[in-house]
């Protein structure tokens, strides 16, 4: 069975709670930057604090490329803790790659081989040869971008086809019949909550990833509504909301406080189901 | 005026060519492999054989990340050593990027400060605010991905939509409304050089940026017929048909060779026109 390293996290810890690791120096608390790495220090006590709420996590990839060497160096490490320490949590590397084949195939190696994630966040847009190397690794995974939280989404992603469905709809379907497909799951934003029903509805086996509930103002119960059924195929991030609860000394255990609030409500949906 | 380093060097070198260095250490000269960096010395010596006929260099970044810290390293010393010695040479990232806004900051700061390539390829599908923040910065510039060359660029790209354009016509006419569009230029695949033409009308004043001839099977003579005006707003990208014109110790010099023949056809053009 495919991804039954998510379900069985589900099952385990009620929860389907992806921390978003998007680590910005300048909001992380100030008496780590004394530290060797401040970086991989305030994600091992992330981690630590919030790993028994959280089924994944997913590294925001650029946050480290702007620290050129030393990012790299950090998110080698934190890739390196988390599956070394719990292996059994769902690694995603929220990269957003995607070229021709021969170069998708690099930023497959960089990503799935040499850093070791279980997976990684790929845009659709040159189709099917710039994502099939992604799915070439046995045991990783793609997170395909459909539908996205941010503004911008409704300037291609929601026009219409002639067809008179929408693009984002376009992508899910069409990607449904490349090589490999059942290894590919869906970034659904969490401001189309309805919308998400309607995805549902066009893969009902795919894990669906909505980002950005929190900071980016998605809301829970409307998304268990439309996303969650008793196959468990959903899993939401927060980021901000939970990394940057504090910025003392106590950032970890209010991060925990965060991580646990949302569990907590999540476990309520799921009690509705299974 | 925008873009007059591509301009000048444009009239200067009659040439319009750009070398993409996709530098794969398995198709390298085995005699550059015992030194420290075969990457940065390869790229060095193609750079060195090749300037006089190039007016960009556009390394894809890939190929460096599928290297850890060592292929950033030698990605950051190809940016200074072309920074350095041809500071009048345009130099592009091709990166494809594109995430929500406060990420895209982050990859902007990354590949147009830090590491400071004069611009950026970026994919639309996330929209205007995953696009502008690489528009933000002096002198820097995008190169949106508008219609690529592969196989998979059906999938999407050319989907009609239900005002009877294709999508790609869509991220053109509507990326020319974003702040600071006077900053975009265009990925045009090679293989449509009719579209070319077509895009050459939707936004005349756009440079247009075709990957592929050589290995991936443009043809130069097309391409100029649909793309090239007396604006001069043409660069084409070739890579693989330069960098690896041998794999003996005499690379340098057939790259030189290639370079110099394509730029001869370049110049032909370049004459019936200007």
């Known amino acids: 069975m495919l991804n039954n390293k998510i379900h069985s996290q589900i099952i385990k810890k009620r929860s389907f709670l992806c921390v978003g690791l998007d680590i910005d120096i300048h909001k992380i608390p100030k008496l780590l930057l004394k530290l060797d790495d401040p970086i991989f220090e305030f994600a091992k006590q992330i981690i630590d604090s919030t790993n028994k709420y959280a089924i994944a996590y997913k590294p925001n990839i650029a946050f480290f490329e702007a620290h050129g060497i030393h990012g790299y160096k950090s998110l080698e490490k934190i890739s390196k803790y988390l599956n070394t320490n719990f292996p059994e949590i769902f690694t995603i590397a929220d990269a957003k790659r995607g070229d ?15 850093l070791d994630f279980d997976s990684i966040t790929v845009s659709p847009y040159m189709g099917s040869d710039s994502v099939e190397p992604f799915l070439s690794f046995k045991n990783k995974y793609v ?6 939280s941010n503004k911008g989404s409704r300037d291609f992603q929601e026009l219409i086809m002639n067809n008179s469905t929408k693009l984002f709809e376009s992508v899910i379907r069409t990607s449904r019949r490349w090589k490999n497909s059942d290894k590919i799951m869906y970034v659904v934003g969490a401001k189309n909550t309805k919308e998400i029903g309607n995805i549902r509805k066009i893969t009902p086996d795919s894990y669906i990833l909505v980002p950005g509930i929190g900071a980016q103002g998605g809301n829970l119960k409307e998304i268990c509504k439309h996303g969650l059924d008793e196959d468990l195929k959903l899993i939401v991030n927060s980021s901000r909301s939970i990394i940057y609860a504090s910025d003392s000394s106590d950032f970890a255990q209010m991060a925990e406080n ?6 907590t409500e999540m476990e309520k949906y799921l009690n509705n189901i299974v």
Chains 1, 2 share one sequence.
């Open 100 to 114: 021709i084949g021969n170069t998708s195939q690099m930023y497959a190696k960089a990503f799935l081989k040499d």
């Open 143 to 148: 997170f395909l971008l459909a539908l996205t």
């Open 258 to 263: 965060e991580a646990k609030k949302i569990q």
